[in-house]
């Protein structure tokens, strides 16, 4: 899981997918297991929490999720993002937020921004 957090942190900072495949290729690091981490990294997960938490659910066959989707409180206006969705066959919705509302509310996780709520 430590190799999805470096990828996916790679990614999110401007990295291609391509430069980290051919450096891992040039070092002798192209595994199967390396391959699976290229196949799924994405620069979506916000912090290594997210990109733990994406590979266990890979790693647990889960179909991978949508991240980062935004939702708008149709009594408030308000905007919120969540972690996580999955769209079911039937309609539902499920979502998985790993921070929960901190990442609204903690200044540290708020990247200079103001409470969007």
Do not use: H
């Not at 070092?27 to 620069?43: C, Y």
């Not at 039937?90 to 903690?106: H, M, T």
């Amino acid at each position: 899981m430590p190799a999805m957090e470096v990828m996916c942190w790679a990614l999110r900072n401007g990295t291609s997918s391509t430069e980290i495949i051919a450096c891992a290729t040039r070092e002798g690091l192209l595994n199967a297991p390396a391959q699976s981490v290229f196949r799924f990294a994405t620069p979506f997960a916000e912090n290594g929490g997210e990109a733990r938490a994406l590979a266990a659910m890979i790693l647990c066959w889960f179909e991978p999720p949508a991240q980062q989707v935004e939702f708008t409180d149709p009594q408030t206006g308000k905007r919120y993002r969540v972690d996580f969705l999955w769209r079911t066959r039937d309609g539902r919705i499920v979502v998985v937020e790993l921070d929960e509302l901190v990442k609204y509310r903690d200044p540290q996780m708020m990247d200079g921004r103001c409470d969007r709520r």
